[in-house]
């Protein structure tokens, strides 16, 4: 099962900040927060991993809270290409391995 | 750079019949991994291997599905007497496999589809 829970989709419009939300209510203490982009017809891409508090890389912001049950992605400024699915994952820190749940469909609009 | 390469790209095959899936990983990067992913659906884990072994097999389906990677590069994935079932997009992934890191490089992925 997935460790984790996101909105199935969202819309938004060009030139936006976007922010997805993913829960992960059981996050152990070695687990790490990781976030994949996927275009169709593609593998899922890397883009952003965090532990806690934030963490900023030239494509996206990761928010993490001090509880850590809760993190939200934020890509700025969105064009018509960031429309892809996008998926938190919680990654076990005793044996690496990622749980994949559904994603989050984001469609940006003109 | 080169990145994760996977052959082929398309794989239509009749129920029953035996199939190889080609992964060829980043260069350097250790750790290789197989997912499949069904429309709609995350990618599903299937093996994990950190060099030549099987670190992890616990996603292997059942005993039809087999995978190597002998010289701890190249990796095949093999799925014997296979099943209208088995159709999906096989993914395959690498990286470093150091600690703390979860950032996999992802291949384009194998279309199979069982007839």
């Known amino acids: 099962l997935a460790k984790t829970t996101q909105p199935i989709s969202m819309d938004s419009y060009e030139g936006q900040e976007v922010n997805i939300t993913c829960s992960h209510n059981?996050?152990?203490?070695?687990?790490?927060i990781t976030w994949y982009q996927q275009f169709p017809s593609q593998g899922p891409r890397f883009i952003i991993q965090?532990?806690?508090?934030?963490v900023t890389n030239e494509v996206a912001s990761l928010f993490i809270p001090a509880d850590r049950k809760s993190s939200t992605l934020s890509l700025p400024r969105v064009s018509l290409s960031d429309t892809a699915v996008y998926y938190c994952?919680?990654?076990?820190?005793?044996?690496?391995?990622?749980?994949w749940g559904a994603g989050t469909k984001l469609i940006i609009k003109p | 750079g080169a990145g994760v390469s996977q052959t082929p790209s398309n794989k239509v095959t009749e129920k029953g019949k035996y199939v190889e899936l080609r992964c060829d990983p980043i260069?350097?990067?250790?750790?290789l991994y197989w997912y499949r992913q069904s429309l709609g659906q995350g990618p599903e884990f299937l093996i994990y291997?950190?060099?030549?072994?099987?670190?992890?097999d616990s996603g292997l389906p059942n005993d039809r599905f087999f995978a190597v990677r002998p010289e701890g590069s190249v990796s095949t994935l093999k799925i014997q007497r296979t099943e209208r079932g088995d159709s999906a997009v096989y993914l395959c992934?690498?990286?470093?496999?150091?600690?703390?890191?979860?950032?996999?490089?992802f291949g384009p992925g194998t279309r199979l589809t069982v007839t």
């Open positions: 291997f950190q060099g030549t072994g099987a670190a992890d």
């Open positions: 994952l919680v990654g076990d820190n005793s044996n690496y391995q990622l749980i």
């Open positions: 059981n996050i152990a203490t070695n687990d790490y």
């Open positions: 992934a690498s990286s470093f496999g150091g600690r703390d890191s979860y950032e996999q490089y």
């Open positions: 965090g532990y806690k508090t934030k």
């Open positions: 260069s350097g990067h250790t750790a």
